[in-house]
Structures are given as C-alpha cells and as structure tokens.
C-alpha cells in the first residue's frame, strides 16, 4: 500500500514559492507589494482597450489581495466592458470602493448613475448621494450635481443650487464649468448679464483648450460681442485653436 502523507504549514509554503518560482514568478509579482501604480495602469489600459483575460487578470488578482489602485482600475474597465453582466460588476466594484472611502470612486460612481449605461437605468437617488459627497472635493461631482440641480433628475429643479455647484466647479477649474458659467452670464435667466464676467470665463476655458469656448470667442470677435470690438484676425485665430481643441478633445 502506498504510503499517504501531507506537508506540515510550512513546508507547504514553501512548495507554494517554488511552484511560483518556477512558474516565473508572476503571481507573486501580481499580488504582492511590488506591483507598482505603472503595472497597473498598464493592465488598466491593455485591458480597457483589448478587454483581453491576461490583463483583467491581473488586475482581478491583484484586487483581490486589497490594492486599491488595482480595484479602480478593475472597476473602470469592466464599467467599458460590451458586456453588461461586466458593467454590472463594475458599478458594483465602484460603489464598494465609495462605501470604502475611496473620494475619487464616488464621484465616478455618481456620474456613472447620473448617466447611467447601456442595460443599466440611472439611479437618481444614488448619484446624487454620492456626488453629494465628492462634490466638496471633485470639480466633476459638482458639475454633475450642478446638473442633477437644473434638470431636476429625481428631485425639484433647483436653479439657485444648480448655479451654486456650477460656480463651484468653475472655481475649481473645470472647462467645462467655466464655459457654461459663461453663458449663463451671458444668456442665462439665473444670473445677471454680465458680459465682463461672461468674457472672463469664456476666455479661461478657451484658454484650457475647450473647443466650444475658442468657437464661441471667435464668434463674439465676428459679430464684437461681449463688449468687444470686431476683429477679424482674432476671428481666425480662435477658429485654428477650435480646430486644434477638437483633435485633442476628451470627454467623462
């Protein structure tokens, strides 16, 4: 009869670091300290632009054992993901890092349910609670709370709280806030005209290279709006950097 044994605790660690040893040391590579916020954003990219295993893997591993970095990663891939089972999960993943703390995992989670996508209804209720948090600190969730504000998105329309985030987030240096500051300066029924005010944040977030900003200065050079005088040269100018924005535009 052959003789049965089992390897006592550690000597069973020490079969397991072998075994990884010889399998190239990838696992422990994955799991342990040494991975680094580059490997991650590797994975992060192979895997959101191939959604390939190898690198969903990896991150899923690395997850797994608590690295945080690689739990957003996780997150922000499987949210891409063509299958909505993955996005699931993803939104999932985000809301367990927001119960965790994690400030920039709330904000997301709270755009992602304002937004909502595809197989998944926005949850209205949820996003504004999250944005409600990150709002004080992520110029995004103000924007976006801003909006929930001024579309009434599950709760009254808000105009003055609606202005109050958008400020906010303009403040803080989001184009995209800054340009629609403008135009409620501008056109708005919220604030008062105010053409000044209007040119100044018009003007930050051309300078931030939003393209919508440097088409709306170029036409307000055409027609002399905003209290300026026409010109045609600066007309010209702000169309190019329009044209310049768009090939480098990205959007949440």
Same mark, same amino acid.
Request: charged share 25%; no cysteine.
């Given at each position: 009869m052959m003789a049965r044994f089992s390897l006592r605790?550690?000597?069973?660690?020490?079969a397991l670091a072998v075994a990884v040893a010889i399998a190239g040391g990838t696992f422990a590579t994955v799991v342990g300290t040494q991975v680094s916020n580059v490997q991650i954003d590797d994975w992060q990219m192979q895997g959101t632009a191939? &959604?390939?295993?190898?690198? =969903?893997?990896?991150?899923?591993?690395?997850?797994?054992?608590g690295n945080v970095a690689a739990r957003e990663a996780l997150a922000d891939v499987l949210v891409s993901s063509a299958q909505v089972d993955?996005?699931?999960?993803? =939104?999932?993943?985000?809301?367990?890092?927001?119960?965790?703390? =994690?400030?920039?995992?709330?904000?997301?989670? %709270?755009?992602?349910?304002?937004? %909502?996508?595809?197989?998944?209804?926005?949850?209205?209720?949820q996003s504004r609670r999250w944005l409600s948090v990150a709002a004080? &600190? +992520?110029?995004?969730?103000?924007? +976006?709370?801003?909006?929930?504000?001024?579309?009434?998105?599950g709760v009254a329309r808000n105009p003055q709280l609606a202005i109050r985030w958008l400020e906010q987030a303009a403040q803080a240096g989001l184009p995209l806030a800054q340009f629609q500051l403008a135009n409620e300066?501008?056109?708005?029924?919220?604030?008062?005209?105010?053409?000044a005010l209007a040119l100044q944040w018009l003007t930050r977030a051309?300078?931030?290279?939003?393209?919508?900003?440097?088409?709306?200065?170029?036409?307000?050079?055409?027609?002399?709006?905003?209290?300026?005088?026409?010109?045609e040269d600066e007309y010209?100018?702000?169309?190019?950097?329009?044209?310049?924005d768009?090939?480098?535009?990205?959007?949440p």
């Open positions: 605790p550690a000597a069973a660690a020490a191939t &959604h390939a295993a190898w690198p =969903v893997w990896r991150l899923r591993i690395a997850a797994a054992f993955e996005r699931r999960e993803g =939104v999932e993943l985000y809301r367990r890092l927001a119960l965790d703390g =994690v400030p920039a995992a709330q904000g997301t989670l %709270g755009h992602l349910l304002l937004r %909502g996508l595809p197989g998944i209804a926005p949850d209205y209720a004080s &600190h +992520d110029a995004q969730a103000a924007y +976006d709370l801003s909006a929930l504000y001024r579309n009434g998105y300066y501008r056109f708005g029924a919220t604030l008062p005209h105010d053409d051309a300078d931030a290279e939003l393209p919508e900003a440097n088409l709306a200065l170029a036409m307000a050079y055409r027609n002399g709006e905003l209290g300026m005088a026409r010109d010209w100018a702000h169309v190019k950097e329009t044209e310049h768009l090939k480098h535009v990205s959007r």
